[in-house]
T-cell receptor, first 112, second 120 residues
Framework: QKEVEQNSGPLSVPEGAIASLNCTYS??????FFWYRQYSGKSPELIMS????GDKEDGRFTAQLNKASQYVSLLIRDSQPSDSATYLC????????????FGAGTRLFVKA | EAQVTQNPRYLITVTGKKLTVTCSQN?????MSWYRQDPGLGLRQIYY???????DKGDVPEGYKVSRKEKRNFPLILESPSPNQTSLYFC???????????????????FGPGTRLTVL
């Protein structure tokens, strides 16, 4: 079982719609959760971080965390063609130090 | 400008020829990490470092070495590269996990531009 799982997609939504991206994780010791956006051939860049249960909103982006269900999601409102990218879910786990586990990513296409 | 730099950006080499990929950050970050990215597998952590002289294995450390002699630099060493190490490599840094009231948290990781390595 993968430690962080995402639907690989592609997820296709029309411009202006809400895109919903989901991620589940297996380690209950996970403490920090991140969504990164990666354009083709580029390095990942942070979209959202969330540490406690509930919703966190930043502009058009909302991250949702449910530790009991081991589930984290990202909603993108008013999707734009420029949002077309791969979205990576990442989880930090304390192991004495700490390590980061990434999901394989979900490809999002926003159609104009 | 705050940044993470990696060199080289592209490298084609042959099996068994030792190589080093450099990583440097100018943000005084404590935490640094190396990842490799392969199609369908996402980013996998190779090694990470919590501070100078403190390193630990990630999920795929076999065939790699690292060192952290200075806070700003975290080179990745392939002593005897093999074709299965052909990949896209990213270095990342962050301020590092902090402790506040017993709750641990970790900061944003800033990624370098990537090094595309091909081992023939």
């Amino acid at each position: 079982q993968k430690e962080v799982e995402q639907n690989s997609g592609p997820l296709s939504v029309p411009e202006g719609a809400i895109a919903s991206l989901n991620c589940t994780y297996s380690d209950r010791g996970s403490q920090s959760f991140f969504w990164y956006r990666q354009y083709s051939g580029k390095s990942p860049e942070l979209i959202m971080s969330i540490y406690s249960n509930g919703d966190k909103e930043d502009g058009r982006f909302t991250a949702q965390l449910n530790k009991a269900s081991q589930y984290v999601s990202l909603l993108i409102r008013d999707s734009q063609p420029s949002d077309s990218a791969t979205y990576l879910c990442a989880v930090n786990i304390r192991t004495g130090g700490f390590k980061t586990i990434f999901g394989a990513g979900t490809r999002l296409f926003v159609k104009a | 400008e705050a940044q993470v730099t990696q060199n080289p950006r592209y490298l084609i080499t042959v099996t068994g020829k030792k190589l080093t990929v450099t990583c440097s950050q100018n943000m005084n970050h404590e935490y640094m990490s190396w990842y490799r990215q392969d199609p369908g597998l996402g980013l996998r952590q190779i090694y990470y470092s919590m501070n100078v002289e403190v390193t630990d294995k990630g999920d795929v450390p076999e065939g790699y070495k690292v060192s952290r002699k200075e806070k700003r630099n975290f080179p990745l060493i392939l002593e005897s590269p093999s074709p299965n190490q052909t990949s896209l490599y990213f270095c990342a840094s962050s301020q590092g996990p902090g402790l506040a009231g017993g709750v641990s948290w970790a900061d944003t990781q800033y990624f370098g531009p990537g090094t595309r390595l091909t081992v023939l």
